[in-house]
């Protein structure tokens, strides 16, 4: 059994009392771990390392008041942070990215298995990095697309048509075109979007926040 001192100390953030309990069970099970505290937003967050000094921080993300990307940078910016673990469920770029942009050490999902969340802490305790397997390949094949640049004016209008429902032939009608021609728009889109239909093309622009501003 690994000495209370020589213990890594974590701090678990988490806007869910549920998934907090989880965890310290998880790891008050476990020799060489001690929780030492928890928080419900990033806010608490900040008190809560200054206040307790620990080793690694296990950090939600989304959550109300300061989100975790924005603790994370607040920590960073400390100048001694703790080293930073996001465990979450969200899995999508526009997530993940900032996230280790901000400073996070490691990302996991919360699905992960408990020995493999138990390892990642010590990566990062370490000094190391840790990336969900179920990232990586995602993260490598974006880094493999070729760079494609914004919508158009008339492609974003195609796409505001088509989630407001229309048809190609009513799009077409509206914006004085043909139905050729809404269809290589529709193409263009996919491309530059990397998606394959419609609906994930209208998912997508909801994501990028692309019907927010008139462009």
Not at 92 to 115: F, M, N, Q, R, S
Request: net charge neutral; charged share 25%.
């Amino acid at each position: 059994m690994t000495a209370a001192g020589d213990a890594i100390r974590l701090l678990i953030v988490d806007d869910h009392p549920i998934v907090r309990e989880g965890l310290r069970a998880a790891f008050g099970h476990e020799p060489g771990f001690a929780v030492v505290g928890e928080a419900g937003d990033g806010a608490e967050a900040l008190v809560q390392v200054a206040r307790l000094g620990p080793d690694v921080v296990l950090m939600d993300l989304r959550m109300p008041g300061m989100d975790g990307v924005t603790a994370i940078r607040r920590l960073v910016r400390s100048g001694t942070p703790p080293a930073i673990l996001v465990l979450t469920t969200y899995d999508a770029d526009g997530d993940v990215v900032p996230a280790i942009e901000a400073g996070a050490a490691g990302y996991l999902l919360k699905d992960a298995p408990t020995a493999e969340l138990l390892d990642a802490v010590r990566t990062v305790h370490r000094g190391g990095s840790v990336l969900s397997p179920a990232l990586v390949a995602r993260l490598m094949r974006a880094a493999r697309k070729p760079a494609q640049g914004p919508l158009t004016r008339r492609e974003l209008q195609v796409l505001k048509l088509v989630a407001d429902g229309a048809s190609n032939r009513e799009a077409a009608a509206a914006l004085f075109i043909s139905e050729a021609s809404i269809k290589t728009h529709l193409a263009h889109i996919y491309n530059k979007l990397g998606v394959r239909d419609r609906a994930a093309a209208v998912g997508e622009a909801y994501r990028r926040d692309l019907f927010s501003t008139d462009r």
